[in-house]
């Protein structure tokens, strides 16, 4: 089955740049997510992107997709103590409504 | 904005009891879902389902059973609770049919802990 890895944490100095990796092994993904989820609140859909592309970009979030390494990233410009939250890429497996969460890394910024 | 409403945010419940999750959505969503949370293992997926009256398994469906007799509410079932199922539990919802029918709206989540 799908298969989503990330690493655990990520510790960056406010005002840098971050960048959160997830590799995963289903290769036949429509959309490949990105969920933030805040201390003590569910998950909040962040930024998503279709598989036919390999950049998008949203105000501070850019996210990279290399389909052939099977490689998503998420990076935040600028990053500000109120990213600090864990960080999930989801993958559907072909053909279904599911999702596959990675384990998440969890983002710490200080000043 | 879609809610998804889960009934409790802390639980706190004895070996062997029978536990009741309740989860309710109000978008009218086909798609529900209940997850549980772990540090170092991410969400794994415990049941779904895509329509009323209907369920599948998900990933670790032991010791777990669920409801879904109207098309918002979904209620996970612990039939004996145990230790090992001290965790958050994450509900969620999504609309089935368009390119995007993965994209999921969440709960805030119950913590659940199991003496």
């Known amino acids: 089955g799908e298969d989503v890895e990330q690493s655990l944490f990520l510790s960056v100095r406010e005002g840098d740049s971050s960048v959160i990796n997830c590799t995963y092994t289903?290769?036949?993904?429509?959309?490949l997510y990105w969920y933030k989820q805040e201390p003590g609140a569910g998950l909040q859909l962040l930024t998503y992107i279709f598989s036919n592309m390999d950049m998008k970009q949203d105000q501070r979030l850019t996210v990279l997709l290399n389909k052939k390494d099977k490689h998503l990233s998420l990076r935040i410009a600028d990053t500000q103590t109120g990213d600090s939250a864990i960080y999930f890429c989801a993958v559907p497996p072909y053909n279904t409504d599911k999702l596959i969460f990675g384990t998440g890394t969890r983002l710490q910024v200080f000043p | 904005d879609v809610k998804v409403t889960q009934s409790s945010r802390y639980l706190v419940k004895r070996t062997g009891e029978k536990v009741f999750l309740e989860c309710v959505q109000d978008?009218?969503?086909?798609?529900m879902f209940w997850y549980r949370q772990d540090p170092g293992l991410g969400l794994r997926l415990i049941y779904f389902s895509y329509d009323v009256k209907m369920k599948e398994k998900g990933d670790i469906p032991e010791g777990y059973s669920v409801s879904r007799e109207k098309k918002e509410r979904f209620s996970l079932i612990l039939e004996s609770a145990s230790t090992n199922q001290t965790s958050m539990y994450l509900c969620?919802?999504?609309?089935?049919?368009?390119?995007?029918?993965?994209?999921?709206?969440f709960g805030s989540g119950t913590q659940l802990s199991v003496l």
């Open positions: 289903d290769s036949s993904s429509t959309y």
């Open positions: 978008m009218d969503h086909e798609n």
């Open positions: 969620a919802s999504s609309p089935r049919g368009s390119g995007t029918n993965e994209k999921l709206f």
